[in-house]
């Protein structure tokens, strides 16, 4: 099911999320060039580009239309938000890579992109969350097994946390402390910049998670 497109606003919130995109991109190869752990799936799609020669917002981006057709076969509404999403933020990580260099030795300065990039990363997610235009793949997902189990929302975003990470990092992915780090951070940032940006997530995703 597709989320109707609100014309008379598009043109504005196209701008909008695509700084939340842009934003989303940077703070990925933050944790990717900090080299101390990254998210749950870029441990797994940069595992994926190591072992297959495309860059890894080609890999971001095939991995968001994989995930895409999952949700879609589990009958889980999206937008054209979805779509931008799952384009953009592997072209803006390719971007981010020509000028943010990896950091190793320096752990102060590793400490402070891993940090900086949950903070930028929670910014970005209330930005394009706000836009309101459909839930990121991944996002959908979750919401889509959740709602075809009738398990909680928490353990459906959990297990598949811990699968697409295990998964990476048998393949040789980047998981390390900076994953737990960000795993237990990146909640409460988004929770935080929520609030500063006033933000009211989608009434459906709000229920979902009450039910959960």
């Not at 842009?22 to 940069?46: D, K, R, Y």
């Not at 309101?132 to 909680?152: E, F, H, N, Q, V």
Request: hydrophobic content about 55%; aromatic content about 8%; proline content about 4%.
């Amino acid at each position: 099911m597709l989320i109707k497109i609100r014309w008379e606003t598009f043109l504005p919130d196209m701008l909008r999320i695509q700084v939340g995109f842009a934003l989303f991109g940077v703070s990925i190869i933050m944790m990717v060039q900090g080299n101390l752990g990254t998210s749950a799936w870029s441990v797994l799609e940069v595992a994926i580009a190591k072992i297959i020669p495309i860059s890894l917002g080609t890999v971001t981006i095939l991995m968001g239309f994989l995930v895409l057709c999952i949700s879609l076969i589990l009958r889980e509404r999206v937008g054209w938000g979805t779509l931008a999403n799952i384009i953009s933020i592997g072209v803006w990580e390719d971007l981010s890579l020509r000028f943010i260099p990896s950091i190793t030795n320096n752990l102060p300065l590793q400490i402070a992109m891993l940090l900086g990039a949950v903070a930028l990363m929670g910014l970005a997610s209330a930005i394009y969350i706000g836009v309101d235009a459909g839930a990121g793949p991944r996002d959908s997902l979750m919401l889509a097994i959740k709602r075809k189990t009738g398990i909680g929302i928490g353990l459906a975003r959990a297990i598949i946390e811990v699968s697409v990470v295990l998964l990476g990092w048998w393949l040789g992915g980047p998981a390390g402390v900076g994953t737990f780090v960000f795993a237990l951070l990146i909640g409460p940032a988004v929770q935080w910049w929520f609030k500063v940006l006033k933000v009211q997530p989608h009434r459906e995703l709000e229920s979902e998670i009450e039910d959960g």
